[in-house]
């Protein structure tokens, strides 16, 4: 009977589903800016755990912070430019490029100089002693605006930057704080809707045709420790850019939500959503980084890129 009892529960068990792994706890860093609204389809739409991630999105006020968070343990994974990734490597940080964001190119362009109303700038030489607000210092933007600046003909001293956050952006160039910001969607439209600046330069478009503006970032350790959860990623965000390019009347109502700001749907087919990462989406960045001497070491972008 005894004997009897076991061969049924064994056979039992032999048909059992098996146990579905615990979720990983992942806290992930984002910023003010509509590249990262897939983060919160994937979150509402149970698309993360679906991919057995419990995810926890967390808005950080300036993206330079994140890398900090990523290293004190408060976020796994984090929002990142390209230029705040290799300062950090380059300051010893063991931090990876885990994952794309957001591209964009010069049909998509939706970075721009943003220009206070009242202010006239008819050419680059109208900024000379202009303060322009920049969303951290050697930021994507910020290093991209030198570069552009360099350009046009103008140096880093021929106008102030000041480090302001993407909210504050509208608010500082109505009251006439700053001349102009590096700004970009949502709060650009809003911006120009309120009709408190408008759009002198598209300036990294104008260098860059295709630029990987902005990627997820996270710790090595963690990368090797989760590396399905690094894989169910990239795949919740490629699922989360589908649905939304199914639905993009939803848009609006989530990014208020998270992001308190709409923009219109400028982007047929939401194409700037792309996880995907190019070998060479390194190379202008660290070309950029070594003319403005922000890295001291040789860094190697085939050693910071997780496939």
């Given at each position: 009977?005894?004997?009897?009892?076991?061969?049924?529960?064994?056979?039992?068990?032999?048909?059992?589903?098996?146990?579905?792994?615990?979720?990983?706890?992942?806290?992930?860093?984002?910023?003010?800016?509509?590249?990262?609204?897939?983060?919160?389809?994937?979150?509402?739409?149970?698309?993360?755990?679906?991919?057995?991630?419990?995810?926890?999105?967390?808005?950080?006020?300036?993206?330079?912070?994140?890398?900090?968070?990523?290293?004190?343990?408060?976020?796994?994974?984090?929002?990142?430019?390209?230029?705040?990734?290799?300062?950090?490597?380059?300051?010893?940080?063991?931090?990876?490029?885990?994952?794309?964001?957001?591209?964009?190119?010069?049909?998509?362009?939706?970075?721009?100089?943003?220009?206070?109303?009242?202010?006239?700038?008819?050419?680059?030489?109208?900024?000379?002693?202009?303060?322009?607000?920049?969303?951290?210092?050697?930021?994507?933007?910020?290093?991209?605006l030198r570069k552009w600046l360099r350009v046009?003909?103008?140096?880093?001293?021929?106008?102030?930057?000041?480090?302001?956050?993407?909210?504050?952006?509208?608010?500082?160039?109505?009251?006439?704080?700053?001349?102009?910001?590096?700004?970009?969607?949502?709060?650009?439209?809003?911006?120009?809707?309120?009709?408190?600046?408008?759009?002198?330069?598209?300036?990294?478009?104008?260098?860059?045709?295709?630029?990987?503006?902005?990627?997820?970032?996270?710790?090595?350790?963690?990368?090797?420790?989760?590396?399905?959860?690094?894989?169910?990623?990239?795949?919740?965000?490629?699922?989360?850019?589908?649905?939304?390019?199914?639905?993009?009347?939803?848009?609006?109502?989530?990014?208020?939500?998270?992001?308190?700001?709409?923009?219109?749907?400028?982007?047929?087919?939401?194409?700037?959503?792309?996880?995907?990462?190019?070998?060479?989406?390194?190379?202008?960045?660290i070309a950029m980084g070594k003319e403005f001497?922000?890295?001291?070491?040789?860094?190697?972008?085939?050693?910071?890129?997780?496939r």
């Open positions: 009977m005894f004997k009897t009892t076991l061969g049924v529960l064994a056979a039992i068990a032999a048909f059992a589903p098996l146990a579905r792994a615990e979720p990983v706890k992942v806290a992930i860093g984002y910023v003010t800016a509509s590249d990262f609204t897939p983060i919160f389809f994937a979150k509402e739409k149970g698309i993360f755990a679906k991919h057995d991630l419990d995810v926890d999105p967390k808005r950080i006020p300036i993206i330079v912070n994140i890398p900090t968070g990523l290293m004190s343990g408060d976020l796994q994974i984090g929002a990142s430019t390209m230029p705040g990734l290799l300062q950090a490597v380059d300051a010893g940080l063991d931090l990876r490029l885990i994952s794309g964001a957001a591209r964009q190119d010069r049909e998509h362009s939706k970075i721009a100089l943003m220009v206070r109303s009242g202010l006239k700038i008819e050419k680059p030489e109208d900024l000379k002693g202009k303060k322009i607000g920049v969303a951290g210092f050697n930021s994507m933007m910020d290093v991209f046009k003909g103008l140096g880093d001293n021929d106008v102030t930057r000041v480090e302001a956050i993407f909210p504050q952006m509208p608010d500082l160039l109505k009251a006439g704080t700053l001349d102009a910001v590096t700004i970009t969607d949502p709060l650009r439209a809003a911006a120009e809707k309120s009709g408190v600046g408008y759009v002198y330069a598209e300036f990294v478009a104008d260098l860059q045709a295709d630029t990987l503006a902005v990627g997820y970032i996270a710790k090595s350790d963690w990368v090797a420790k989760y590396p399905a959860a690094v894989k169910n990623f990239r795949a919740s965000l490629d699922e989360a850019a589908d649905y939304m390019r199914a639905h993009p009347d939803e848009i609006g109502p989530m990014e208020t939500k998270y992001l308190g700001f709409t923009a219109p749907s400028r982007f047929p087919g939401l194409s700037d959503f792309s996880t995907a990462i190019k070998p060479g989406d390194l190379d202008y960045y001497g922000l890295y001291k070491s040789a860094l190697d972008p085939a050693k910071l890129i997780v």
